[in-house]
């Protein structure tokens, strides 16, 4: 079966920090990878996708950056943080044209 | 642009009752139905999907019903239990692999 790891699960972090999320997949090959964030009490925002390695589709301007260098393996990265970076990143996974598969998040504080 | 919409964002159901959360959509060419289950803290979970080639679906203890004809979506929850309550999403994927998510509806179990 397949499987989703994201780590860590919890980061605070000051202003103009760096940042590295990691997000991985067991189970399953060649798979599409997300980014989201979610805002307390809110929906899902989708951040990145990535169909294949080193294939990043950035889906709003921001101050993040994503990565895929390996097959089953997603980064989220920042150089500098901003306050409006908090919140709770969600990593996924699907097969072409079939359901999403969500990590378990890491919740992130920007002070 | 298209969106997800809910009609209701809270909703409380007594305990052993049966819940109904709704759903409309706008784009009427969406193919791909999915309902996330999300407790707090965590990822969303996939509960059920369907197809549009379809009207209704039934899982454990869920059904979900498609009408296109007025592009609405619902999920319905036989004999609730304390562990259904969550904030439920419903999303729509049309072609390129990006899900679009509605707001979310947030299930209050009653005892």
């Known amino acids: 079966s397949q499987t989703i790891h994201q780590w860590p699960a919890t980061l605070v972090q000051p202003v103009g920090s760096p940042l590295s999320l990691e997000c991985t997949v067991e189970?399953?090959?060649?798979?599409?990878l997300y980014w989201y964030r979610q805002a307390a009490g809110r929906g899902l925002q989708l951040l990145f996708y990535?169909?294949?390695?080193?294939?990043i589709s950035s889906e709003v301007p921001q101050n993040l950056s994503a990565s895929r260098p390996q097959d089953r393996q997603f980064i989220l990265s920042s150089k500098k943080l901003l306050l409006s970076d908090s919140g709770f990143y969600l990593c996924?996974?699907?097969?072409?044209?079939?359901?999403?598969?969500f990590g378990p998040g890491t919740r992130l504080l920007v002070l | 642009g298209e969106s997800v919409g809910l009609h209701l964002p809270t909703l409380s159901v007594q305990e052993g009752d049966n819940s109904i959360i709704n759903c409309a959509y706008s784009?009427?060419?969406?193919?791909?139905f999915i309902w996330y289950k999300q407790e707090s803290g965590k990822g969303p979970q996939f509960i059920i999907d369907?197809?549009?080639?379809?009207d209704k679906r039934q899982g454990q203890r869920v059904t979900v019903l498609l009408n296109k004809t007025v592009k609405h979506l619902s999920l319905q929850i036989a004999a609730t239990q304390p562990g259904d309550s969550a904030v439920y999403f419903c999303?729509?994927?049309?072609?390129?692999?990006?899900?679009?998510f509605g707001t979310g509806t947030r299930l209050t179990i009653i005892p």
């Open positions: 996924a996974w699907s097969r072409e044209g079939e359901t999403q598969y």
């Open positions: 189970g399953t090959s060649n798979p599409n």
């Open positions: 990535s169909v294949g390695i080193g294939q």
């Open positions: 784009n009427s060419a969406s193919d791909y």
């Open positions: 369907i197809r549009s080639n379809m």
């Open positions: 999303a729509e994927l049309f072609g390129n692999e990006k899900l679009t």
